[in-house]
Every structure is written in C-alpha cells, then in structure tokens.
C-alpha cells in the first residue's frame, strides 16, 4: 500500500538542523525563513554546556543560555519540532 501523504501530496521532504556551533544570532534567520515559506524543520539542541567539549563548538548556545532557551521554546510554539 502507498503512503498517503497530507492534502494528497505525493512525496515529503524533511529538514533537521544540526546545533553544533548554533545560535539565536546565527540561526533566527533560518528559521524566520522556514516559517516565511511556510516549512517546519526539526531543530536538535544541546541541553547544557559540556566544558570538555572541543574548542570548534564552545561558541554553541545551549539551553543553558536563557536567550537561546526563550528561541527554542519559541519555535516549538510556532510549530517547529524540538530534539535532542
């Protein structure tokens, strides 16, 4: 049996961004757009800061930072998918 897919389209397309080394100053364009197009994404986040971590991805908010956090819990509002 064919899959259906919503309002009899024939395929779908998916996007999933990758945090590392995301931020709300970097990433809020991306999205804006998504919406302004009328596309929903899955944004993947980090929880916490890893001070362990590697030196390329130390300028990577997480939801540690409070901005970030109000970004991320803003766009599961607007219907973006939210994973870890």
């Known amino acids: 049996m064919p899959l259906a897919f919503p309002r009899g389209k024939r395929f779908a397309f998916t ?14 364009p991306v999205y804006a757009l998504l919406q302004e197009l009328g596309m929903r994404a899955t944004k993947t986040v980090w929880p916490m800061s890893c001070t362990e971590g590697s030196r390329i991805f130390s300028s990577s908010e997480t939801l540690d930072d409070e901005d970030y956090r109000a970004f991320v819990v803003d766009l599961q509002r607007r219907g973006f998918e939210i994973a870890s």
Do not use: E, K
């Open 15 to 28: 996007v999933i961004d990758d945090t590392d080394v995301a931020t709300v100053q970097t990433v809020a």
